[in-house]
């Protein structure tokens, strides 16, 4: 069966003009995703920004393999272009899922808060982000302790820009959040909408 009728059946998702693509249904887990960004990115490199966030939150693959590396790659890998991040990021966040190194949540939101100054949509980065503190359970004062670890950040004044809207936005979720379980008698139930798990 032709490429072109997997994609269009869903079976497929397709990465450039027909050429490429992975099994959706591998998409549906942490350890898939994963799986596919290790196939895609170059080797000897970690993934990191909207690379990272979408192996941990999964949704529509971005348009670029964000990565840590100090070289710079010309030529696209799968239809992607690949930006390289020479950013300097502890040990401790990075992880390993799989074979894939990649930035841990934090980090991660960290680095997506620094690029939505260039974003078309600044506000989606914003809720994205709130969505992973959710579903990994960090907080705002997480992501600053990282700023304050780090003072020399080129991004520094755009990314504090950003987490302040997150901070809004998590604090008026919260709120709503804490209205309901009140309601409710503080009823809970455990959010498995994008395949989370714990990295080895």
């Known amino acids: ?8 059946e869903g079976t497929i998702t397709t990465l450039d003009d027909m050429e490429s693509g992975y099994w959706s249904e591998h998409a549906a887990t942490l350890y898939g995703r994963a799986s596919i960004v290790h196939r895609i990115i170059p080797h ?27 070289s710079h790659f010309r030529m696209r890998h799968f239809g992607h272009r ?3 991040f020479t950013r300097k990021v502890t040990p401790r966040h ?12 934090t980090r991660t939101a960290c680095d997506v808060a620094s690029l939505h100054a260039t974003a078309a949509h600044p506000n989606d980065y914003t809720e994205r982000i709130v969505d992973l503190m959710d579903a990994y359970d960090f907080t705002p ?10 003072p020399c950040m080129s991004t520094m004044p755009r990314t504090r820009a950003c ?24 009823s809970r139930h455990v959010d498995d909408r994008h395949g989370v798990g ?3």
Do not use: K, Q
């Not at 809004?168 to 008698?185: M, T, W």
């Open 94 to 105: 990075l992880v390993t899922i799989g074979n894939l190194r990649v930035t841990d949540p």
């Open 163 to 186: 987490l302040s809207g997150v901070r809004r936005s998590y604090d008026h979720r919260h709120a709503d959040s804490r209205r309901i379980d009140r309601r409710h008698g503080d």
């Open 44 to 70: 000897s490199t970690a993934a990191c920004a909207l690379t990272a966030m979408w192996v941990w939150m999964g949704g529509e693959f971005p348009r670029t393999l964000d990565v840590l590396s100090r």
């Open 198 to 200: 714990v990295a080895p």
């Open 141 to 150: 004062d997480d992501c600053a302790t990282i700023l304050d670890e780090n």
């Open 1 to 8: 069966m032709s490429l072109g009728r997997l994609a269009a």
């Open 82 to 84: 690949v930006r390289a």
